[in-house]
Structures are given as C-alpha cells and as structure tokens.
C-alpha cells in the first residue's frame, strides 16, 4: 500500500504535461504512476485512499477519465419518467454522486485551548489567557469560539465579569454582542433584557447585527412590543432584512397581535423583498385557531402572491397550509400529497392542471422581448449583424410555419461517436418521415468539407428540412429562439442547451418567468443512447407548475426537504386540496 | 458616556497626534467627540476587591455598573432630518468597527453620501471595506515614510562627520534628467516616424467609475512604458471626447503634463485616420489569431475594463465598421489555466512592444502574468520549422555533421 501512495505524490507532474527535463529523483517513479493508473481504470476502489489536497486535481482528473471510458451506462441512470426541468433532474444528469465524498478534516484548531464548559473564576480565565498565542486579543477569540460552539450562558458571562473586573467594570461592544448572541440562542430571555437595558444605557444607536439579535431574543418575552420601536430604529438607516421583519411579524402572532402582523407585512412587501416562506408559514400555523373571513382572505392572499411570483412551498410549509384549509368550519376540504400524471391530471382528484401554454398576450409579449433583448439588445452586432438579421426574417417569413426547430450544432455534438454530420442527419430524418416542417440551424462552417461534416450529407439533410446557416462569429441560439416562437405555439425546438444565458438576458423577473414556462412547455431534449436505438425525447411538461385554483378546489406544488431543487426546475410534488361536499365523480 | 473613553482611549492615542497634525477636524467620528469632552469616570466597580480573593467571580456584578453609567446627553436639539441620518450613518458605522467589521475609522461628508446612495446592502458594504483597506494602506505608507525619514536622519549625521572628500567626475549626476530628455527625443521621433498604435477610448458608456479610473491608471501604464522603449509606437487617444470622463480623468492624472505628452489625443475615429485595410482590431474574442506582428499595420487596442463581463463588444464594434481582428495566440504557446484571456492595457504594449523588437512570441508572452498559465507549450510547429530550416542551411554552407560549428549550433 504504502509503495503505491508514494506512486500518488508525482501525479500532478504527470498531468501537467511539463515538459521538464530534469532527471530528478523523483523521476524514477514515473513508470509507476502508470501501472497506478492502469490500476485505477480497473477498479476505483483505489480512491478511498484518502489523498493529500495537492494531489485531488490529478485524482478528479483521473476519475472523470474513467467515467469517460465506462461509457453511457450511468447516463441511463437519468429516469426516463421524470421530465427535463424535474426537481433535482440536474443533479442527477450532471454526476452520479462522487465517488470519494470531499472531507476535508475540518481545519485544525490554531489554537488547543479547549473552550471551557463550567463557568471559571478569574486565575483560571488568567491562566487560560497565558496558554492563548494569536493575533487578536484573546477576548475576542475565546468569546467567538464560545459562539460557533454555543457555550452555555453561565461560561460566557463568567468571561464577561472577569473582562469587567479587569477592566473598571467595562464589557466592549464586541463581546456583548456575542454574548447577547448566546443568550438569545439558548433563549434566556431575562438574560436578554438585562443586556438589553445595558445596551439602551450604554449606546446612543447600535448597529444592525445587535438589532437583529435584540429584536430576536425581545419577541420572545412580555416587552416584545419593544422590538418595534428597534426595527424603526434600523430603518432610519437601512432597509431592514426580511428575517428582522420575520421576527417581528412571529413575534406579534405568537402575542396574538394580527393588524400589526399583516401592516408588518405589508411593508415588507412594499420594500420590494420577497417574504420568507416561514413567515408566510407562521401566518397559516397562526390561522388555524382563527376563525375570521378577513384573516382568510388573507391567507388566500398570499397563496395568489406565491402564485404570481412562481414561489413553492416547502414540505412543512405544505402542510401547514393543508392542516389550516382542513381546520377551516363547515368547509369540509381535504388535503392530500399527491403527483401528477403525464396527462396533466392530478392522480388523487383526477382534475386537470392549467395547461403550460401562454396566454396570446403572453405570446406576443415574450415574442416582442426576446426579439428586442436577446436577439438585438441594444446592438445588434454582439450577437449577429444587421444584414444577417434581415437575411433571416426574409426567410423565416418565406417559409411555412415550423413544427419543429432543430439547433443544427447542438444535436451533432450530442454524442461523441460517430461523425456529427452523420448523426445530424440521422435525427433530421427520423423527424422528416413524421411529415414535420422542419428547420435546422447552424453555421456556415458546417458547410465546408471536413472530416467531421460531409458534404453529401449536409446536402441530405437540406433537401429534407429548410436550412439556415449563420456566420460563425454569430450565435445561433437567438435565431432559434425568434424562429420558433414566431412559428407560433405549436412549434418545438430541439436542443439540450438551458438557454440560462439567454434568459438573464430579459429584463426583469416576469418576463424570465414566462420564457421559462414556454421553454418548458416547447423544448425537446433528446435522450441519451439515440444513435443505437430509436429517438426518444425527454418528457415534455403538458401542465403548468404553479399554485393554482378552481375556487372549490387548489392544487399547491411543493419542495420536498429532501430533494435539491435547482433555479431552473420545478417541484414533482404536490399539494391537492379538495372540498369533500363536491366530490369528483372519478376518485 | 463616560465609559466610552476606556475602550476608545488606545485609539484616540492614536488619533488625536493625527488629526490635529492633519488639521481635519471634519475626521473626528460622531463618538470619539463626545468622549473626548465627556468626564473620566469616577465610577469604582463594585466587584474590585472580590476578585483579589480566589473565590468565583460574581456574575451579575458587571451590569449593574454597566447600566449604572447612563447616557447623559439627552437633551441635544434634533436638527433637520437628512443629517440627522448623516449622523445615524456615521454611528452606525462606529459600531461596526467597535464589532470589530472592516469599516473605515474615519468618513468625511462625501464619502458618507456615496454610502448612502448605494444602492443595496452589499454595495454599502463593499464601498465600506474599499475605503478600509485605502485607510490601512494610507496608515502603513505613513508609517514606513516617518521611518524612512528617520532614518535619513540618522544617515545626514554620519555623512556630515565624514569630510566629503573631493574627486573627480566625468559627468554631474543629472541622470533623470538626462534620461527623461532622451526620451523626449526618442518620443519626438516616434511621432513623426513611429507606427501608429490607436487606443480606442469609445467604451466610457459601458463602464461605471471605478472600471473608468482603472482604465486611466493603465493608460498611465502603457504610455510609460511605451515612453521607456527602444523603439516606441506613435500612440493615438481616438474617440477621445473633449470633456468625458476618460478626458477629465486623464487630464487630473496627467496635471499639466497633459498637454506635453508626446502622443496624439484626437476626438476623431481611427477610420478617419486611417486607411481601412490597414486596421487590425485586437480583441480576445475575436476567432482569427494574430501569427505575426506587421509592421505596416495599424493596431488597435479598446481602453476598456470589463468587470461585468460584457462579451463581445469590441468585436461589436469591429464588426460594425468592418474592421479586420486578431487576438493574441495566448492558446497556441501558453498551457492556460485560469483567468481572463483578455489582458491589461499595459500588459498589451508590452507584449506588442516586445513582438516590434524581437518578433519572438515566447519573449512577447514573458508579460502574461504567471498565475494565469502553467508555463510554455512545447516548442510550437512554426518555429520548429524555422529551426530546423537554420540547421539545413547552416550544415549545407558548412562543415559535415560532427565538426565544431554543429557542436557550437547545438548548444
């Protein structure tokens, strides 16, 4: 074992390719690396050596090598069932978990001064100072540590008395701060208003951090109306966050003060700030003891506001928002976590999803602002030239309308066997047999001969499908993007690009919100394993993920906690309520 | 209020030899003035005596004295509301750097407006860390320049002791001077005969301030390296509006040197100037590769600092005007590893500077800064070529293989 890992420390020199030559002692065991090498191909086995951090570059290097050569095999593992944009898709596309999980020992303490645990006297706090070396005061260390480790209360104020004592009765900001921080997360509530008074008598104004942690540690208590006048205190000079917000608006629930709760609310959204989801949460868990119209339209409120900002729930939340629909009098609702099927229908009540498709005004705005952001954005010489651009419209409005736009460049780089002309033309003419209008984009070097695109080929897939080919300093995405939306909602578009550039180059967050829901609602995105078998296609959505009503009924989607949800997917789960007295005839 | 003197009392030992020095009143902090004229406490802690015996420490001791120092300015007239928020800023930020954060220890009155209209949080914090570290690299500068200056000091009594003894000098030593006279005529020249190499400074409208202020300071760089070459290009300024930014920060740099320096600063555009054919935009994204360096070609370089990564614009640019491009073979000769491809201003003079002289990419690419690349590529198939061409026609007029003149070649 040990005559291999010696073997692991030159990796770095083989992979850099240096070309180095001095014939060091290190040289010999060049001829060793390999057989290791040859090794790791094998059996991966190797990598629970746990390697020295210079060396993981080369070892990734070499993992990813050897992913490479295993082929296609853990690229079936991306579930055919689940759509392209499904929770957690990507994760599992872009790598099957690593192999050697990254952990790193969590860096050494500088120090091994252990934090104490029972309250000390002052020789003891002395003593330990001696043994302290750093570059900050020890005060300051010590009570930062005793902060990451939440230290019992009793520990840090015998370090604050031995500070004052020492110090003619003197506690800095600093260390009150972080005491006041332990206090409030133990939840030592009087301690807190006893810092809280110390700090009022001592400090004119505080900073937002002390605020944040004073307004925390006040809601808890009787005086929590106190922490009011501190939020007002924060907004003299900045916009306070929406967590100390959060805290007022629990506080003022948890004290059953509703108006202050929804004006504290209100002004959180009129910031401009998207509220926390457990706020939102507090004031459905708050509501179940309510029974009050206006406090339930309220609620309704904010369901129309997750919907309008394409927001989703978490796991509790969800259910929070089903126990309060279930507590609602004479209502009789029923909740259940459910899924929906391909056809858009919910499996538990059978009612049919909105549908992903835009609106006609959606349309032609989306249509308006990706010809004016992404295609032209402010010059239309970053992406392509005017001439080009012209050239373009001409065609596109000499053709019929597209069923299906495919990006020329992207499908033949998809696999790496097999020449791209060749695998180009494969997927052109499977689609043209179907008896779709196709359009194939791409660039004009793909034209030329060369040993990756012939010519014959290329001249194939031209008399199946209309062609454009823009120059090669040109990007091709934009005029995908304007060629398939301007054929009109029926047409689809081929690519396994997630267009993310082009997205952030809309505007704002509504309109990103409705390309997104078009590019769910139109993209294809081949499946892996084509060249051998027949085109298979990604599922593509039929229904709108979003928060959404027929008046007796609701269907929420949600978050599962365990589940990583990147930005540009939605949630799998969802949240079916129903009213019991009208009972879908399909059950 | 009292109190606050204690921990204050170790900066304003620092502080007090400083401002009045620099006679900025301004810099005193909101804090720091009430503390100055507030009492010293007569406060005795209640706790003293017990902690000389070695029994536990009394926990609560401390608060009561700590509440017992109350504030006593309560009283102070409210004044109108925007300095009231002024002030509110100015506190706040004491704080801060009492909790230790990375915040300036003196604001004046612009700078806490730039604070104010940040627009978010973030912003407000970068500005603040900016103007710390300035703080801190001011401080150690006079630090180090009162060291120096004393021990200039010391160096002037010793040399006085020392009977300066006479000798005898072919020249006085004016080697500045001199030097800078040399470069003036090698400038002169360089204007009449020099290639032109066109900064083109129409990119004011795509950069905020600090981007703009780095472009300048590397303006200042290029040009002072051109100045020092062998060889130096003839330097146009184009688009250079009379009045921009670009224009008033180059004139504030440069002073009154502005209007002596040796280069052309023109509002026209480099295809007024110049005949079409002969322009070769460099710019990193550009898809052809500068192989050699022509000497009849007018290069030219965008005064641009891009921090938001906005693609593709001076390749707009050229493609607009249909001007030719090239970027440098950063690929073919360097193994890259991380960083940017497109480079610094004065890293660009340099490197075409070096490529005029010498015509050697390996010499031409010594000035890409190490940390972006992992070293040279093997020796590239052009100058193979080259080598191995040298070799054939030096053998051929030569002796047969294994004589001297081989040995000598090999080496």
């Known amino acids: 074992m040990a005559f291999y890992l010696s073997g692991f420390r030159c990796f770095p020199r083989l992979w850099k390719s240096n070309p180095s030559p001095k014939l060091g002692p290190g040289h010999s065991s060049l001829s060793l690396c390999l057989t290791v090498y040859c090794g790791i191909r094998n059996q991966q086995s190797w990598f629970s050596v746990k390697p020295s951090s210079q060396n993981i570059k080369a070892m990734n290097l070499l993992i990813t090598k050897g992913r490479k050569l295993k082929g296609n095999n853990n690229n079936k593992q991306v579930s055919s069932e689940s759509h392209y944009f499904a929770a957690g898709a990507a994760k599992k596309r872009s790598h099957i978990g690593n192999p050697q999980n990254e952990d790193h020992p969590s860096s050494s303490l500088r120090n091994t001064i252990q934090i104490p645990t029972k309250p000390l006297n002052s020789e003891e706090w002395d003593k330990l100072k001696d043994c302290f070396k750093g570059k900050i005061s020890f005060e300051d260390w010590i009570s930062s540590q005793m902060a990451h480790h939440n230290s019992s209360v009793e520990v840090a104020k015998s370090l604050l008395a031995w500070v004052a004592a020492k110090n003619n009765g003197i506690v800095g900001y600093n260390l009150l701060v972080k005491y006041l921080y332990l206090c409030v997360f133990h939840k030592h509530t009087s301690e807190v208003i006893d810092v809280y008074e110390i700090m009022k008598a001592r400090y004119k104004s505080l900073e937002s951090g002390g605020y944040t942690l004073l307004i925390r540690g006040l809601i808890q208590s009787d005086r929590w109306k106190e922490a009011l006048p501190l939020l007002e205190d924060i907004k003299k000079v900045m916009i306070p966050s929406k967590k100390n917000y959060h805290d007022c608006i629990q506080g003022a629930l948890l004290h059953q003060d509703v108006n202050i709760a929804w004006n504290l609310y209100q ?148 696999f790496r066997k097999g020449r791209e002309s060749q695998i180009l033309l494969d997927v052109v003419s499977q689609l043209a047999k179907q008896n779709l209008q196709l359009l194939v984009l791409g660039r004009k070097h793909m034209l030329g001969q060369s040993s990756q695109w012939r010519k014959d080929e290329m001249e194939q897939v031209q008399e199946q499908a209309y062609c454009f080919f823009a120059d090669n300093i040109s990007e091709d995405d934009p005029f995908l993007l304007y060629a398939a939306l301007h054929s009109g909602d029926h047409c689809k578009f081929i690519t396994k690009d997630l267009m993310r550039d082009h997205k952030a180059c809309l505007p704002d967050a509504r309109t990103q919100r409705l390309f997104f829901k078009w590019q769910q609602g139109h993209q294809l995105a081949i499946l892996k394993g084509f060249p051998r078998s027949k085109l298979t296609f990604q599922n593509i959505l039929t229904y709108d993920t979003v928060v959404q009503t027929t008046g007796d009924s609701w269907h929420i989607p949600y978050d599962e906690d365990l589940v990583e949800r990147y930005s540009y997917e939605v949630p799998t789960k969802w949240l079916c309520l129903h009213q019991k007295t009208q009972m879908p005839t399909v059950c | 209020m009292s109190i606050t003197v204690c921990f204050l009392r170790p900066f304003a030992r620092f502080l007090v030899p400083y401002t009045l020095h620099r006679k900025r009143r301004n810099l005193y902090s909101a804090v720091l003035q009430r503390c100055m004229s507030s009492k010293i406490p007569s406060l005795s802690y209640p706790n003293k005596d017990s902690t000389s015996s070695p029994e536990q420490l009394e926990l609560d001791g401390w608060k009561t004295a700590m509440k017992s120092s109350m504030q006593e300015e309560d009283g102070v007239s409210t004044v109108s509301s925007k300095e009231d928020t002024l002030a509110a800023t100015r506190e706040l930020i004491e704080m801060w750097r009492l909790l230790g954060r990375e915040v300036p220890e003196h604001v004046t009155e612009a700078e806490l407006k730039v604070i104010m209209e940040c627009p978010s949080k973030s912003a407000q914090k970068k500005y603040l860390r900016y103007l710390f570290c300035k703080e801190r690299k001011k401080k150690a500068k006079q630090i180090k320049k009162e060291v120096k200056a004393e021990a200039r000091e010391k160096a002037k009594l010793l040399e006085t002791t020392e009977e300066a003894e006479q000798k005898d000098f072919l020249f006085l030593r004016l080697w500045d001077r001199l030097i800078s006279n040399a470069w003036g005529w090698k400038g002169v020249q360089a204007m009449q005969f020099g290639q032109p190499l066109v900064f083109d400074m129409g990119y004011d409208n795509y950069m905020n301030l600090k981007e703009l202020h780095n472009t300048v300071s590397q303006l200042l760089e290029s040009e002072g390296c051109n100045r020092r070459n062998v060889d130096p290009f003839h330097i146009y300024f184009c688009n250079l509006k009379l009045d921009s930014a670009f224009h008033r920060e180059l004139v504030r740099r440069y002073g009154e040197k502005w209007d002596k320096l040796l280069l052309t600063a023109t509002e026209k555009s480099y295809v007024d100037l110049f005949p079409k054919d002969n322009i070769i935009y460099l710019t990193a994204d550009s898809p052809n590769v500068m192989t050699t360096f022509k000497h009849d070609k007018i290069y030219i370089i965008g005064s641009f600092v891009d921090r938001n990564s906005q693609r593709g614009m001076s390749l707009a640019k050229a493609k607009r005007l249909n001007l030719a491009t090239e970027r440098l073979p950063l690929d073919k000769y360097l193994q890259w590893e991380i960083g940017n491809k497109n480079l610094t201003l004065d890293q660009m003079i340099r490197i075409l500077l070096s490529m005029k002289n010498t015509g050697s990419w390996e010499e031409a690419l010594k000035f890409v800064p190490k940390r972006k690349h992992a070293g040279y590529l093997e020796i590239s198939q052009a100058s193979q070529e080259v080598y191995s061409k040298l070799k054939k026609t030096k053998i051929l007029n030569s002796f047969p293989k294994g004589s001297l003149n081989v040995q000598r070649w090999k080496r």
């Open chain 1, 267 to 414: 002004e959180l959204l009129g910031h401009n700030a998207i509220p926390m989801l457990e706020t939102l949460k507090a004031f459905f868990d708050f509501g179940k003891d309510i029974k009050d119209d206006h406090y339930s339209n309220k609620l309704l409120d904010i369901l129309w506001y997750l919907r309008n900002n394409q927001l989703y729930p978490g796991e509790s939340f969800a259910r929070s928002i089903k126990t309060w629909f279930e507590s609602i009098p004479g209502k009789q609702w029923k909740g259940q976590f459910t899924t929906i099927q391909k056809s858009g229908q919910c499996s538990s009540c059978g009612k049919a999803i909105e549908p992903i498709h835009l609106s006609p005004e959606e349309y032609r705005f989306l249509k308006e602002k990706v010809m004016s952001e992404v295609i032209d954005g402010g010059d239309q010489y970053r992406k392509t030239t005017p001439q080009e651009l012209k050239k373009f419209k001409n065609f596109v409005d000499s053709c019929p309308p597209f069923d299906i736009v495919i990006d020329g460049l992207n499908v033949a780089k998809m």
